[in-house]
């Protein structure tokens, strides 16, 4: 298990960044996962940014989002097909075939996670994938309880990201929100993991993942068991270890 605490936000930004770069200029055709939230805006700008002086090639890459959030316009500002859209996939020229997402609207879901994991599985399966942390330990849209070997799936989403998301998107009452994501079986297959956790606010979850029996109720617990997973953490995220 590998952890890495870095000392400032650039330097989180940065080490997190070159994971991407450097699994694209070591595998251009390489699949790559990426979770959106205020944890990995600014590293995915960081890709961009450095793309933009110092241009790779990209044309092989195939990006994807790990999870979306249900019955909303992909246009919202908040689904996660636009913030990766604005945050990294413009800037690095992705074309659309190579830009792979769950949908925000569909008449079978079901089909649809389908459909997504085998387009993933048909390109070769997951290389490098970036995950965020939820502060009661979710990863993507599974949160605790959720299988640990499940496949993609529609599920619910915590209630103060629904209130928000509701809020921003004049969304009613009776009309449901939820999210799609990957599953955590879907997860673990990926070849390599960098887990990204920032801030005191995750400070708990950070403890538990790392230190406290794997189970479902802190679903991020399962990443122990990864081969080859790395956990980048900032000094805040990091403060209730018990060995550093
Ligand atoms: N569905 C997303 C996850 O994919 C993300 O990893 C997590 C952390 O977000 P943040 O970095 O904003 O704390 O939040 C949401 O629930």
């Known amino acids: 298990m590998k952890i890495t605490i870095a000392k400032s936000e650039k330097e989180f930004d940065c080490i997190a960044a070159w994971q991407i770069i450097g699994e694209i200029l070591n595998k251009p055709e390489a ?12 590293l995915h700008r960081m890709v961009g940014e450095i793309y933009s002086c110092y241009p790779f090639n990209t044309s092989a890459v195939t990006f994807f989002g790990l999870d979306e ?4 316009p992909r246009e919202y500002a908040g689904a996660c097909y636009t913030m990766l859209k604005t945050e990294i996939i413009d800037a690095l020229g992705i074309k659309d075939e190579n830009f792979l997402m769950l949908p925000t609207v569909s008449d079978d879901f079901g089909k649809a996670c389908r459909a997504f994991q085998e387009e993933i599985a048909k390109r070769g399966g997951i290389d ?24 993609a799936w529609v599920t619910k989403m915590n209630p103060e990201l629904e209130e928000r998301i509701r809020r921003e998107t004049h969304t009613p ?23 990204v956790a920032k801030g005191s606010n995750k400070a708990e979850a950070v403890k538990q993942m790392l230190e406290g ?3 479902s109720d802190v679903p991020a ?3 122990q068991l990864h081969p080859d997973c790395e956990f980048l953490l900032d000094v805040a995220s990091a403060a209730k270890l018990s060995e550093k």
Do not use: C, W, Y
């Not at 699949?31 to 600014?42: A, D, K, P």
């Not at 959030?69 to 909303?72: A, H, I, L, T």
């Not at 970036?130 to 849209?141: R, S, V």
């Open 128 to 151: 490098l994938l970036i995950l965020g942390l939820g502060e009661n330990g979710h990863l993507g849209f599974n949160q605790p309880h959720s299988p640990l070997g499940g496949d």
């Open 69 to 72: 959030v249900v019955n909303v």
């Open 221 to 223: 617990s399962v990443l």
């Open 173 to 195: 009452p009776e009309k449901e929100l939820g999210g799609v994501t990957l599953g955590i079986k879907n997860i673990m297959q990926a070849r390599r993991i960098v887990l």
């Open 213 to 215: 029996p794997v189970t």
């Open 31 to 42: 699949v790559i996962g990426l979770s959106t939230g205020r944890t990995t805006g600014n």
